[in-house]
């Protein structure tokens, strides 16, 4: 025990230090943090229920739909017809339509978006960044009946059709495409930017201090090391275009066929969704089983691509 030395007239005295009294802060800690931790733990056990939940919501009735469809055909056949006579369940009308408006969604929102979070990492002033990013943010907060209508109305009816002319109807999945790669831009750029903003400062330095200018400095040392990031950002994107239900249903088309070109109509996955659980499809009929059945390979379609994401940013991801 350590003592406390005094002067005075008699000489030195060596006094022991005042007993500190026990703190109950180190205790109160230890409560807190156990009482946030089996909150934390209550969180992911919600998530992960409702994970199961959804499977198995999705799984018991399209496991009753295969029993009489053959998952073959299903997957392969040309003709979507579950509510006429004769009936046919091929879905890949659902599936071409769906692939093309992701495809000329990510054409418009990748390019912007990459270059958006380029620009407010390595270019903007930090005043400018400031006013942007929240105002690019926002188009994220604007609901998507919003767009669709947008899409139908001014993308498909004054664009494509007024002022370029084009032989379009009234439905193509290319203004569906084009107005979704608008409303995922804010997605990719926000999130590509903060992995690019995470790179260190020292990396760009270095990559100055051997000549290089700013743009080679971005495309040849920050881009990559943001890489994992930004491929996960784009992954999210895809994941948001496969899924988005009110653009499709408006712009796309509600005409099941198979789709050869951009100004074609058709008919997406989340479309035939959006429209089939609005009709009168007697529950537990094989018509409303469908579905079920589309809704399944969708989230099969979504988990394949999180599953390909994780791998890359795995694959690329860099410990600095």
């Known amino acids: 025990m350590s003592t406390i030395a005094t002067g005075g007239e008699s000489g030195v005295h060596l006094t022991p230090p005042p007993r500190s009294r026990p703190s109950l802060t180190a205790s109160s800690a230890r409560t807190g943090e156990k009482i946030i931790r089996v909150l934390l733990a209550g969180a992911a056990g919600v998530s992960v229920i409702t994970t199961f939940g959804i499977v198995a919501s999705l799984l018991i009735p399209a496991l009753g739909f295969f029993r009489e469809v053959n998952p073959i055909d299903f997957l392969t056949g040309t003709r979507w017809a579950p509510q006429f006579t004769p009936a046919s369940f091929g879905v890949l009308p659902l599936i071409t339509a769906t692939l093309w408006t992701t495809a000329i969604a990510l054409a418009v929102a990748v390019p912007f978006g990459l270059g958006a979070a380029i620009f407010l990492s390595e270019y903007a002033p930090t005043q400018l960044r400031k006013v942007l ?21 001014v993308v498909q009816t004054d664009f494509l059709r007024g002022l370029l002319n084009l032989p379009t109807g009234a439905f193509s999945v290319l203004a569906a ?3 979704m790669g608008v409303m995922i831009i804010p997605t990719i750029a926000s999130l590509s930017e903060d992995a690019l903003s995470a790179v260190p400062l020292g990396m760009r330095q270095g990559s100055a201090a051997l000549g290089a200018n700013r743009m080679q400095t971005t495309l040849k040392v920050v881009f990559p090391a943001a890489l994992s990031g930004i491929v996960a950002a784009v992954v999210l994107g895809i994941s948001r275009a496969v ?18 070109g951009p100004l074609e109509a058709g008919q997406t996955m989340t479309g035939f969704i959006a429209s089939a659980a609005l009709g009168d499809s007697r529950v537990g009929s094989l018509e409303y089983d469908t579905l079920f059945a589309v809704g ?9 691509m999180n599953i390909i994401s994780i791998r890359l940013v795995r694959r690329f991801r860099e410990a600095y």
């Open 133 to 153: 990013k929240p105002m690019l943010e926002i188009l994220a907060g604007i609901p998507t009946v919003v767009y669709g209508f947008f899409a139908l109305q």
């Open 177 to 179: 495409g084009l107005v």
């Open 243 to 260: 899924g988005e239900t009110m653009i499709v249903a408006l712009a796309a088309g509600q005409q099941a066929r198979v789709v050869a």
């Open 296 to 304: 399944l390979l969708l989230f099969i379609l979504t988990l394949a």
